[in-house]
């Protein structure tokens, strides 16, 4: 094991993860249901469901044995003039469970490139009308992947400071915490009057790498109905909280106001091959309707609708949308709000929240939350070290177990949360560990 961790060491560069100065990487063996084995035999339950992917646990063999079987009719095709059976059924079934209002299906490889295609198609739409509308609005805060249009929606900070000279502009309103609702909808509002806004893009009702954090459903729809009445597209960022996460099969599902366009990613497959979505009104669809072919959406990936990962997501949906499995995100949502409720006089705990399958809570620390605050650092290993895959943002303690995840893992995750903070009454104790 030794070797081969060396060579990784010398062969690969890992994601946000620095070259000099972390631990070692876990040699991972296999994995199976919420499980993760190492070579040297350690189980790990994975309580974030591989940076929030696996919606039914791993090694799936249902999902597994649908992209066996599809391999060997036909592993890949160009989708530009190729179609094939798999991407039909699958754009046709995600159409059927997508708000009403969505009527095409768009695939790319990722939440990013889902991302991207979002704004691409949501700027091109005035383009070919001939109207003049280049700013796009998003929330502080936000994190809508790493290429360079998703970067430039999202959070501007420590992560983006290299490329900020390369982005494009974008008008940020302050999250919409419930001190600054009235605040936050004044800004909104102004922007949008001014008239020169093509789109407004959100992680719809909670931010996900920047803390799990929560916002309110009414304000989110009150600013999507002004921004339709201003023809401001709309798009909803729900590569994290698509498919159950929320307890809903999508959060625009608790929203009045149906989004424009949606980007969809990780839970798609089943968090077991990449893929990305990005779906559309009719609406939008009709800017693009010309024989003038320099009104065509020139963009495109080489896997493009790559049948195999077609064959995945038809697999995840079919256990997706089985009673057993709404049954289960159920079960986790009552499970996480009791735990809530347990935890949240904790003097080391504060802002504990459920959404779905989501809890959060914060750990008090002498430094203000951030994905950079050092208790993350005592709190990964220690997790790891009790068979734990929890990967804190910064001091946000979170839970995003895999939908099948079982009653004793859960109340052994409890109970071992309970007692780190038990055994640390104080992060000045974590800190000197």
Not at 143 to 164: I, L, N
Not at 186 to 214: K, T, Y
Request: charged share 20%; hydrophobic share 40%; net charge negative.
């Amino acid at each position: 094991m030794r070797e081969w961790i060396e060579r990784d060491k010398s062969a690969i560069w890992h994601p946000f993860t620095p070259l000099m100065g972390v631990d070692d990487p876990l040699m991972i063996e296999r994995a199976e249901g919420v499980n993760l084995y190492t070579a040297d035999g350690k189980k790990i339950i994975d309580a974030i469901s591989s940076w929030w992917v696996n919606i039914h646990g791993h090694s799936h063999p249902k999902i597994a044995n649908a992209i066996a079987e599809q391999a060997h009719q036909l592993e890949h095709v160009i989708f530009a003039g190729f179609t094939h059976q798999p991407a039909v059924e699958l754009a046709e079934r995600l159409l059927s469970i997508l708000p009403d209002n969505q009527s095409k299906i768009f695939y790319s490889d990722n939440g990013s490139t889902a991302v991207e295609v979002g704004i691409k198609m949501a700027f091109q739409y005035f383009y070919n009308q001939g109207i003049k509308k280049k700013k796009i609005i998003a929330i502080d805060g936000a994190y809508h992947g790493d290429t360079f249009g998703a970067m430039s929606v999202g959070e501007r900070g420590p992560f983006t400071e290299p490329f900020d000279p390369y982005l494009f502009d974008v008008a940020f309103v302050d999250f919409p915490s419930k001190e600054k609702e009235e605040a936050v909808w004044n800004q909104f509002e102004a922007l949008v009057s001014a008239g020169d806004v093509a789109a407004f893009i959100f992680e719809p009702i909670v931010q996900g790498a920047s803390g799990m954090r929560v916002y309110s459903k009414a304000l989110l729809d009150r600013m999507i109905a002004l921004a339709q009445a201003n023809d401001v597209i709309c798009i909803a960022d729900e590569v994290m909280t698509g498919f159950g996460r929320l307890g809903t099969l999508f959060a625009a599902d608790q929203l009045q106001n149906k989004p424009d366009i949606f980007c969809l990613s990780k839970g798609l497959t089943g968090g077991v091959l990449p893929m990305g979505v990005t779906s559309c009104t009719d609406k939008i669809q009709a800017a693009y309707r010309s024989n003038d072919l320099m009104k065509t959406f020139f963009h495109g990936h080489s896997f493009t609708g790559n049948p195999m990962i077609c064959a995945a997501a038809n697999a995840s949906l079919d256990i997706l949308l089985t009673e057993e499995c709404e049954e289960n995100r159920k079960r986790i949502n009552r499970r996480h709000l009791a735990f809530g409720e347990q935890i949240e006089k904790h003097h080391l705990v504060r802002n504990s929240r459920v959404m779905g399958t989501i809890i959060a809570f914060e750990i008090n620390t002498d430094k203000d939350t951030s994905y950079f605050n050092e208790a993350r650092h005592h709190l990964y290993p220690y997790f790891i070290e009790k068979g734990l895959l929890i990967r804190p943002l910064g001091n946000v303690i979170y839970l995003i177990p895999p939908y099948i995840i079982s009653d004793e893992d859960l109340d052994y995750i409890y109970q071992t949360i309970l007692s780190f903070l038990d055994e640390y009454d104080s992060l000045a104790a974590v800190s000197a560990d």
